[in-house]
């Protein structure tokens, strides 16, 4: 009976992992607007994660024998992630992105003309020395046409 608890218990905890995963993928496409191709492609490492994770707590707790009160434990524990957790979880979430990720969206934001500027003056620099590098060649590619000309009449 204890064994059978055990299992119970781990297939919920995973059940428990796979919302956190959850909530962390909704969480990304609300601060991240991403094309249906990009979110589909999410879906499937969303569930490919999530299949992984039940799979290994299956075989952690029960060498791999899963049967049908595993997967009930899994639902239930997804239903308590969501019923007790997922609202606290969200809020916390949001609060580290708005205090870590917004202030270095910030600074990109600020450093982004600088950039540009810098940027467009490297480009106007390596185009004036890739024409010098062109009329240089040309110029050299005349020179030796001449000397081999020079040196095939000897």
Do not use: C
């Not at 992630?81 to 809020?91: A, C, F, G, N």
């Amino acid at each position: 009976m204890l064994h059978e608890v055990y299992v119970f218990l781990t297939a919920m905890g995973s059940g428990l992992t796979a919302g956190f995963l959850y909530d962390l993928f909704r969480l990304k496409r609300k601060a991240l607007k991403t094309k249906a191709v990009v979110v589909s492609l999410e879906d499937i490492a969303f569930w490919i994660l999530t299949a992984i994770i039940v799979f290994v707590a299956a075989f952690a707790s029960n060498h791999g024998e899963i049967r049908l009160y595993f997967f009930l434990a899994v639902i239930f524990g997804v239903g308590v992630y969501y019923w007790l957790l997922s609202r606290w979880v969200i809020q916390i979430l949001t609060f580290l992105v708005k205090v870590l990720i917004w202030p270095a969206v910030f600074l990109i934001k600020l450093m982004r003309p600088p950039a540009k500027w810098l940027y467009k003056q490297l480009s106007k620099g390596a185009a004036r020395a890739r024409n010098q590098l062109r009329q240089t060649g040309i110029k050299m590619n005349s020179r030796m046409k001449i000397m081999r000309h020079i040196i095939k009449k000897l």
